[in-house]
């Protein structure tokens, strides 16, 4: 059964960099049949999404997000991450890393469980 | 950018059905996903491709998509059934092409 579970500070200082990781188990990141994505949850909010990761390298970004954004595979790890730059309370939310059913414009099937990062001084 | 509306909530005594919308325009033309999201977990897909069902959610999920509303319904509804009710799509002709709606808290009487 794939298992995705992303790991990284819970708090981050405004204008820092926020850093992400997801580490894939029970697949393998690498498969040419999936993108790999993030999305976001403010608390109390609805969902987000930032962006997304064929193993090849190619993305999709929010363009919303897209100038301070930046997702990359590191397929030797299975793994996939996330920087988000410039960081503000706005930013404050659970970050879900996701496999997607296979391309980038099919629905998310597999979730982490989300991890809550805060930005705060 | 492709904008999706939802209802804010909506209740439902047990055992009745629950329809919940996603409004866009002409988003009969686009593939519409539906996610349940519990609170204090990750979002689950229940119906994706406007009516199909992924293995393990109940035929009690089903959803349509026509003109510029897309639905979830909900059957002989339970009240584990409570939960944030989240529409997607994908807009590719969009700057901003993965886009989901608001939510809905269904709310079991």
């Known amino acids: 059964q794939l298992q995705l579970q992303e790991s990284g500070p819970g708090l981050v200082k405004p204008s820092e960099t926020l850093s992400l990781t997801c580490t894939v188990s029970g697949g393998s990141i690498s498969s040419s049949s999936y993108y790999w994505g993030w999305i976001r949850q403010p608390p109390g909010k609805g969902l987000e999404w930032i962006g997304s990761?064929?193993?090849?390298?190619?993305?999709y970004y929010n363009p919303s997000l897209k100038s301070r954004v930046t997702i990359s595979v590191d397929t030797s790890k299975n793994q996939f991450s996330l920087k988000l730059s410039s960081v503000t309370a706005a930013d404050t939310a659970v970050y879900y890393c996701a496999r997607h059913k296979t391309t980038v414009v099919t629905p998310i099937n597999y979730w982490g469980q989300g991890t809550l990062v805060t930005v705060s001084s | 950018s492709y904008v999706l509306t939802q209802p804010p909530s909506v209740s439902v005594a047990p055992g009745k059905t629950a329809r919940i919308t996603c409004g866009g325009n002409n988003i009969g033309s686009k593939s519409v996903h539906w996610y349940q999201q519990k609170p204090g977990q990750a979002p689950v897909l229940v119906v994706y491709d406007d009516s199909d069902r992924p293995s393990g959610i109940p035929e009690r999920f089903s959803g349509s998509n026509s003109g510029n509303t897309a639905t979830l319904t909900i059957s002989r509804v339970e009240a584990g059934d409570e939960a944030d009710y989240y529409c997607q799509v994908w807009d590719s002709s969009s700057d901003h092409p993965k886009v989901f709606g608001g939510g809905t808290k269904l709310t079991v009487l």
């Open positions: 990761i064929y193993y090849s390298g190619s993305t």
